[in-house]
């Protein structure tokens, strides 16, 4: 499966817009870049998805690398509620599951 | 609220015992998958089912079952349980579980065994 890598750990003060890194080098032309998020003690939560283009929704937007190889969700304005773990996924089309594999993600704390 | 229920949302059993843990996807979602996640795991994909049939299968033990119903509800089964076994059992489900559909998860059961 396609990997990708995260910082383990990464802060921000509320109010001030947060940029989450992930590389994933081994992308192929047709696997999708996803976003989840977990908040302590709940079940992961879909943040967004995109492919080639830039994708914005009402949660974060998504900036894709123009060869892929890397992405970038941006929280707009960081509250206190967006302090989880942040896990960069690829969905890819060797998968016969189709399924969402999971790493070790960012962990992302919010300072007041 | 994701629209995927789980039940129960606790469960204290013994070893050795068998349980089954319950999974209701999203209205008019085909997929549903599981994944169990400990503290020292983070979260492993165990299998994932479409309109009843299996579709892949990740790290599942033998001791462990599931089955999607007609109705699409599904079931875990977790059999001879050790303590190891102790972990959050989610379920998510898809509209149709392609790669370009998102996932919603449910709040997940908490297994101890004791």
């Known amino acids: 499966d396609a990997k990708t890598t995260q910082p383990n750990s990464m802060e921000s003060n509320e109010e001030e817009p947060v940029h989450l890194p992930c590389n994933h080098s081994?992308?192929?032309?047709?696997?999708?870049i996803h976003w989840y998020r977990q908040l302590p003690s709940q079940g992961p939560e879909y943040v967004i998805h995109?492919?080639?283009s830039n994708v914005n929704n009402r949660m974060a937007s998504l900036a894709i690398a123009e060869d892929r190889k890397s992405s970038t969700l941006i929280l707009h304005r960081a509250t206190l509620r967006d302090a989880a773990v942040y896990y960069c996924?690829?969905?890819?089309?060797?998968?016969?599951?189709?399924?969402?594999?999971f790493g070790g993600g960012t962990r992302l704390m919010v300072k007041p | 609220d994701s629209g995927v229920t789980q039940t129960p949302k606790h469960l204290i059993t013994a070893t050795g015992q068998r349980v089954t843990l319950r999974c209701s996807p999203r209205?008019?979602?085909?997929?549903v998958y599981w994944y169990q996640q400990s503290l020292d795991q983070g979260l492993q994909f165990l299998i994932h089912?479409?309109?009843?049939?299996?579709?892949a299968k990740g790290n599942i033990l033998e001791r462990f079952s599931a089955q999607q119903f007609p109705d699409l509800h599904s079931e875990l089964n977790l059999s001879s349980l050790e303590l190891g076994d102790s972990a959050l059992y989610f379920c998510?489900?898809?509209?149709?579980?392609?790669?370009?559909?998102?996932?919603?998860f449910g709040q997940g059961t908490r297994l101890t065994v004791v």
């Open positions: 998510a489900s898809s509209e149709r579980g392609s790669l370009n559909t998102e996932a919603f």
């Open positions: 081994t992308i192929s032309g047709t696997d999708y």
């Open positions: 995109g492919l080639t």
């Open positions: 996924i690829l969905r890819v089309s060797n998968n016969a599951g189709n399924m969402l594999t």
């Open positions: 209205s008019g979602d085909l997929s």
């Open positions: 089912y479409y309109n009843g049939e299996e579709r």
